[in-house]
């Protein structure tokens, strides 16, 4: 994940749109099953890694046998800071016309019903080109910031 975080850096999207990323070990890194990248921006609640962020792992094992997730979170708790649930975000992101089209653009990708989990894909991945791939699916998917941004704001 380390070599997807680089890369992601140096696309022209990352700063000019303020994203941050989190690459970590999980559970913890003494005993991890999984390496995990998470795709955030400022305001997104994320301080704690339980905000909104789209997210990716690959499991301890070979890439061929895995589906590899590609999704976005809207919390793992109960409510935003002020009291809004995850609904306050995912439902009015979901019933956007402009959102639904690209994530229907997006091949492999299943929009969600609210809740915690907007859209998500699970990818078949090689061993030899899982960075440029998940590069690849985090340059589309990262499209969806500018909406988010724009319903976070409405919260």
């Given at each position: 994940?380390?070599?997807?975080?680089?890369?992601?850096?140096?696309e022209l999207w990352?700063?000019?749109?303020?994203?941050?990323?989190?690459?970590?070990?999980?559970?913890?890194?003494?005993?991890?099953?999984?390496?995990?990248?998470?795709?955030?921006?400022?305001?997104?609640?994320?301080?704690?890694?339980?905000?909104?962020?789209?997210?990716?792992?690959?499991?301890?094992?070979?890439?061929?046998?895995?589906?590899?997730?590609?999704?976005?979170?809207?919390?793992?708790?109960?409510?935003?800071?002020?009291?809004?649930?995850?609904?306050?975000?995912?439902?009015?992101?979901?019933?956007?016309?402009?959102?639904?089209?690209?994530?229907?653009?997006?091949?492999?990708?299943?929009?969600?019903?609210?809740?915690?989990?907007?859209?998500?894909?699970?990818?078949?991945?090689?061993?030899?080109?899982?960075?440029?791939d998940l590069v690849?699916?985090?340059?589309?998917?990262?499209?969806?910031?500018?909406?988010?941004?724009?319903?976070?704001?409405?919260?």
């Amino acid at each position: 994940m380390q070599s997807v975080d680089a890369t992601l850096r140096k696309e022209l999207w990352f700063e000019a749109g303020k994203w941050k990323t989190l690459v970590q070990l999980w559970p913890s890194p003494e005993a991890p099953t999984c390496a995990m990248l998470q795709l955030y921006k400022d305001g997104w609640h994320n301080e704690d890694t339980c905000g909104v962020h789209i997210e990716t792992w690959l499991l301890d094992g070979p890439v061929e046998n895995q589906k590899v997730p590609v999704l976005m979170h809207v919390l793992h708790r109960k409510t935003f800071p002020g009291g809004q649930n995850a609904d306050a975000l995912s439902k009015p992101l979901l019933e956007d016309a402009e959102v639904q089209k690209l994530v229907k653009s997006w091949r492999g990708y299943k929009a969600g019903k609210g809740g915690m989990t907007p859209f998500r894909a699970n990818k078949a991945l090689k061993e030899d080109s899982v960075v440029q791939d998940l590069v690849t699916e985090l340059n589309k998917v990262q499209a969806i910031g500018m909406y988010v941004d724009r319903y976070l704001a409405a919260i």
